[in-house]
């Protein structure tokens, strides 16, 4: 199957599902009005609450959201075949994944840049509102345990990869200080964006030349050596301003995320790579060697991102409201930068259904099990020679990602004898993913965090308090920390995807009951209808993923802790999803039948203020 009339046909879905169902949505679902006055606004504080260009914050919602899911989940999901990961990225995306960060985000702006949990407190009940939050913190931990991961797997022993990632940060630093502070009063984009870009292409040229000297040994690492430098960088980046680190950074890799993108679609276009696996494979009944399950229901839990992702809604009601300087912007970030992450996990299916099945298997398959398979590599030890890192037996996804689009890469005229320098951009390019969203997660968690221990005391909850943002930012980095040292990428994974597709029943739960509490009842279906849908194949996931995945390892010498662990993980995120869909049809059930909507609520589509729609939609 060649892969030019595939890309094109998902492009056009793309463009139609933003030029008309997003406008529908936005004009009658939401009404949309520029007349309101942001969070970023009202309570500017030059911290959190920093109003910033339409542009700017995409950057860093896109960079934010757009994690390892949409790189490794259709990677691994192509154990099943293109077919299934290609439909279910399109449809999942267009009338789900975009759907629930749009609303959820304009459900935050009008909560005051609230997060998705204190939204729950407020338009179902406080009940509804604490199971949110813990089931939130709890999954995303684990989620930032996931992607986490696979950065540890594709920057262990990698000097280059090392070099290259780590020379981003005072990259980021020097932009964020000239973007922001170097002109009182004014925001500077286009001279420190150039420079940095620069800088970052630069930056993967120095990898190689430090791989090849003698100090190449100081930057080389072992997993665990990773994920302490990892927990660090979560750390600081938490902590300090948003406007020093983490957006610049987030705006400076959306350059190149989003360069790299446009450079594979016209790879696919020119070179016209074949998709070398079957529409479906063998596996789809069970017995993969990388996901242990069947297609149904496993495929829209591995393919955590791309299509849908619960992670997301932190994001849209975590770091982005309280940023965004106009509310018809919401838009263009929320349902446009989702449009841009699964555009990411359709090429990211193409790149890895273009090797051959036995190179792809020899690469995500340890090779004692790879050898049971009766598969033979094609191209392995020529990518290897051509890469210089052994590629055979490098789970986790990022490595086969990485292999096909250098491939794809080095089909284009010109290109042929750069395999080895299209690897580790490829490399840097995924590592850059996964970091935005390990520091942006790391900041969401903390929100939350703050917000459940300040009921306890009571400065918790005021995100200026430094105290307070040092001490949960620390449990916040242990917890994912911990989960990443003792884990590995066939078992966090599983939780990791189940995890985050359970929260994005809960953010569709919510949406529906925030557009039901505001006179839009008869617009309710755009979240009720993918909710029912994901909420019916993640619960059905989450209990064979205890059952079949996670409580066998309870059997397993070495591994009990682990297992119950994970188990226990499992059977409280099945249960908090339970709980809240239960309340939040109580809740809408009630507001049907003339049941005051509870007192902060948002309540009419205006807020009471009676505007009429200024048509910015």
Not at 494 to 520: D, R
């Amino acid at each position: 199957m060649n892969t030019f009339p595939v890309l094109l046909a998902a492009l056009c879905v793309y463009a139609i599902g933003y030029r008309y169902y997003s406008a529908f949505i936005a004009a009658k679902a939401l009404a949309l009005d520029d007349r309101r006055q942001t969070p970023g606004h009202e309570y500017e504080d030059g911290h959190n609450y920093v109003p910033s260009p339409k542009w700017v914050l995409f950057g860093h919602h896109f960079a934010a959201i757009a994690g390892a899911g949409p790189l490794v989940g259709p990677t691994l999901a192509a154990q099943f075949g293109f077919a299934p990961g290609f439909l279910w990225i399109l449809i999942g995306a267009v009338l789900a994944g975009c759907v629930q960060d749009f609303i959820v985000l304009v459900a935050s702006v009008r909560h005051k840049g609230r997060s998705l949990a204190d939204v729950a407190r407020t338009e179902v009940s406080e009940f509804t509102g604490l199971v949110a939050m813990f089931a939130v913190l709890l999954i995303l931990l684990v989620t930032l345990a996931g992607l986490g991961v696979v950065v540890v797997n594709a920057l262990s022993n990698s000097p280059w990869g090392v070099f290259t990632i780590g020379m981003t940060i005072p990259i980021a630093l020097l932009m964020g200080w000239f973007m922001f502070k170097s002109t009182p009063g004014q925001i500077k984009v286009g001279v420190p964006s150039t420079v940095g870009v620069v800088l970052l292409l630069a930056s993967v040229w120095g990898g190689h030349w430090f791989a090849g000297t003698q100090w190449a040994s100081s930057l080389t690492f072992t997993p665990h050596q990773i994920t302490w430098l990892m927990a660090i960088y979560g750390f600081v980046a938490s902590v300090l301003p948003v406007w020093l680190l983490l957006e610049p950074r987030d705006y400076l890799s959306t350059y190149v995320k989003l360069g790299t993108i446009a450079l594979l679609v016209i790879g696919v276009f020119v070179v016209h790579p074949d998709i070398k696996f079957p529409a479906l494979t063998q596996y789809v009944h069970g017995g993969g060697p990388i996901i242990k399950g069947t297609l149904f229901p496993f495929l829209f839990v591995t393919i955590a991102c791309g299509a849908i992702s619960g992670f997301h809604s932190l994001v849209s009601s975590g770091t982005t409201p309280k940023m965004l300087d106009k509310e018809c912007d919401a838009r263009f970030i929320g349902y446009g930068a989702m449009v841009a992450e699964s555009l990411v996990a359709v090429l990211s299916l193409i790149a890895a259904c273009s090797l051959f099945p036995g190179d792809y298997f020899g690469i995500n398959v340890p090779a004692d099990a790879f050898a049971k398979l009766g598969l033979h590599t094609v191209n392995l030890d020529l990518f290897s020679s051509e890469v210089g890192e052994k590629l055979a037996g490098r789970t986790g996804g990022a490595v086969s990602l990485a292999v096909g689009m250098a491939q794809i890469f080095r089909g284009i005229p010109g290109m042929t004898r750069l395999m080895g320098y299209w690897y580790h951009y490829a490399i840097m390019f995924e590592a850059l993913f996964i970091l935005t969203t390990i520091d942006t997660g790391t900041r969401v968690a903390r929100y939350v965090l703050q917000e459940l221990m300040g009921k306890v005391h009571k400065p918790f909850a005021n995100h200026a308090w430094q105290p307070g943002n040092m001490i949960t930012t620390f449990f916040v980095v242990l917890g994912w920390g911990y989960l990443i040292y003792t884990g590995n990428i066939s078992t966090l994974w599983p939780l990791f995807g189940t995890g985050n597709q359970l929260l994005a029943t809960i953010a569709l739960a919510v949406g529906t009951a925030f557009l039901i509490n505001m006179g839009k009842a008869k617009y309710a279906w755009i979240t009720v209808a993918p909710m029912l849908f994901v909420g019916t194949t993640t619960l059905t996931a989450g209990v064979l993923s205890i059952k079949n995945i996670f409580w066998p390892l309870t059997k397993k010498p070495g591994f009990v802790f682990q297992g119950y662990l994970d188990s226990t993980l499992m059977a409280i995120f099945v249960t908090g999803v339970v709980l809240v869909l239960l309340n939040v049809a109580r809740r809408c059930w009630q507001t049907l039948h003339g049941v005051p909507i509870p007192e902060e609520a948002f309540g009419p589509p205006a807020a009471g203020e009676g505007l009429p729609s200024s048509g910015c939609c």
